[in-house]
Nanobody
Framework: VQLQASGGGLVQPGGSLRLSCAASGSIASIDVMGWYRQAPGKQRELVASITKGGSTNYADSAKGRFAISRDNAKNTVYLQMSSLKPEDTAVYYC???????????????WGQGTQVTVSS
């Protein structure tokens, strides 16, 4: 099982970016998918998550600016980020709580991280 994140980059304050993360491999089912971020010297924190049914949860810092969505047919989760601020600068990691076909245990799987830098 692999999670491949993409879409990071350098953007000016007030700009927008869209992150994507596709889960691939021998997957039986995916429950929650989400995005976390980790800034230098800080702990990894939840940005947003979405259930298979479409229920969403956002960190206070993301509410009103970020939107999470997913395509269950493609096992892909997206994070549309708008009105970006310098404090949004971090490595963004995607996460999926899923059941591999070869196992009977659900587990957390992580993507490799994508850098988002907000700077003028």
């Amino acid at each position: 099982v692999q999670l491949q994140a993409s879409g990071g980059g350098l953007v000016q304050p007030g700009g927008s970016l869209r992150l994507s993360c596709a889960a691939s491999g021998s997957i039986a089912s995916i429950d929650v998918m989400g995005w976390y971020r980790q800034a230098p010297g800080k702990q990894r924190e939840l940005v947003a998550s979405i259930t298979k049914g479409g229920s969403t949860n956002y960190a206070d810092s993301a509410k009103g600016r970020f939107a999470i969505s997913r395509d269950n047919a493609k096992n892909t989760v997206y994070l549309q980020m708008s009105s970006l601020k310098p404090e949004d600068t971090a490595v963004y990691y995607c996460n999926a709580y899923l059941l591999p076909r070869w196992d009977t245990t659900w587990g957390d799987y992580w993507g490799q991280g994508t850098q988002v830098t907000v700077s003028s």
